[in-house]
């Protein structure tokens, strides 16, 4: 038996509306208009946020926006995103000018075009305003209605506590990342570019880090990134003494191998550091040679202005911490030439969900390959992070780094 399914969609007993990625109503079912108190001309079409805006009488309303950051998170995510109880109020069909209290509960996922992109995402919505109204019934339930209604308002405002809270935390962790995370000084002559992506909509910041250290003998620099595992405030503060740690101890040591020997010892005594990943990187001007170490981490680039371009991934060892007992840990060199190009990266720039990771390093190769006339350490960190960033951002921090050889 063949089934309707565009029929299927009007009866289901379910409020659903189905969202484009430019967050246009494509279509709703007749429980969504019937709910929403509005005809199909009057969603099908329009901008979501033309069609159900916040009340304008209301300056902590914030239905709109928590709303499509779900709807974002979807698009970012691939994944389905249940949102808690949300107070969105919406203005009377009849008497415009009159907003009326409601509260929802929304769920958002994706749906999937035969070649994987997002065709359209399903916005689910079951409204409980009238479970929470007191309405003329008997006294012991007009009680228990008065004290549900007094209890989802009181979650819905804890909600938005948790909110504001979550985001003065990010912004004072970003405050603090860019503190650690100065713009470096040109290292001797040599160009070098630096770049920090904070995560969008999330906590998820302030764990990624960068150095540059001039060392004590000859035409040298040690260039480093690392990701600790955690993130915001106890991810920046852990980050910062890593960061610093690595730094110093580049200085003292006979290579990158050492280096992360020490700085794993190290992070055995710092909560918050197990599992952080690092890589560190030897430039050494005088016999054109990298000397790399890698403890669990994406593998630098190594851009030859020749043609091609090489992983450097022949010296990778567990995180930091991660092992039983401390080991001495690998170490390998290369040889460069002039006009070659080094670059650096945290996972946020390659790693996406439901993707390998070896799809992501071969699109960084690809961007690198198809920019290597860019001859700026500047543009072609623009350019690289243009090309593998989409434009709504991404659920990690990325930190990246461009050194002209």
């Avoid at 020490?262 to 040679?289: K, M, N, P």
């Avoid at 840990?329 to 030439?337: H, I, K, N």
Wanted: negative net charge; proline residues 6%.
């Amino acid at each position: 038996m063949a089934i309707d399914y565009a029929a299927v969609f009007q009866a289901l007993p379910g409020a659903v509306a189905l969202i484009g990625a430019d967050l246009v109503f494509a279509d709703a079912n007749l429980a969504f208009l019937t709910q929403a108190g509005r005809s199909r001309d009057q969603v099908v079409g329009r901008y979501l946020f033309d069609a159900f805006p916040d009340n304008p009488a209301d300056p902590g309303a914030s239905g709109a926006r928590n709303l499509e950051a779900s709807l974002r998170r979807v698009l970012l995510n691939r994944e389905p995103d249940t949102m808690a109880l949300q107070r969105y109020d919406v203005e009377s069909a009849d008497q415009p000018g009159r907003w009326e209290e409601r509260y929802w509960s929304p769920v958002n996922a994706p749906v999937f075009a035969p070649d994987g992109q997002i065709a359209v995402l399903i916005h689910r919505v079951e409204e409980v305003t009238e479970l929470l109204r007191v309405t003329g019934r008997t006294g012991g339930e007009r009680n228990l209605e008065a004290e549900l209604y007094s209890r989802m308002r009181e979650l819905h405002q804890v909600n938005e506590r948790l909110r504001k809270a979550h985001a003065r935390e990010r912004e004072v962790a970003l405050a603090l990342q860019r503190a650690m995370l100065p713009v470096p000084a040109p290292v001797d002559h040599h160009r070098v570019a630096v770049r920090y992506r904070p995560a969008v909509g999330s906590l998820n910041v302030c764990g990624d880090w960068y150095d540059l250290a001039k060392l004590v003998d000859g035409d040298r620099i040690a260039v480093a990134v690392g990701d600790v595992v955690g993130h915001g405030l106890e991810a920046a503060g852990v980050m910062g003494q890593l960061r610093s740690a690595l730094s110093a101890t580049s200085r003292v040591v006979k290579g990158p191998a050492q280096a992360l020997e020490v700085l794993g010892r190290y992070a055995h005594s710092l909560e918050g550091a197990q599992s952080t990943s690092a890589v560190t990187v030897f430039v050494d001007w005088d016999r054109h040679t990298l000397t790399y170490s890698s403890a669990g981490h994406p593998p630098p680039v190594l851009l030859r202005g020749a043609g091609g371009a090489e992983l450097l991934d022949q010296a990778t060892d567990p995180p930091l911490d991660a092992a039983f007992e401390p080991r001495p840990r690998p170490e390998a060199t290369v040889g460069f030439s002039g006009g070659d190009t080094l670059v650096l990266y945290t996972d946020g720039l390659i790693e996406r969900r439901h993707l390998d990771i070896d799809i992501g390093l071969d699109r960084l190769v690809e961007s690198l390959e198809s920019n290597r006339d860019i001859t700026s350490p500047e543009a072609l960190a623009d350019a690289v992070l243009s090309e593998m960033l989409p434009a709504e951002g991404v659920t990690d921090d990325t930190a990246l780094v461009v050194v002209c050889l």
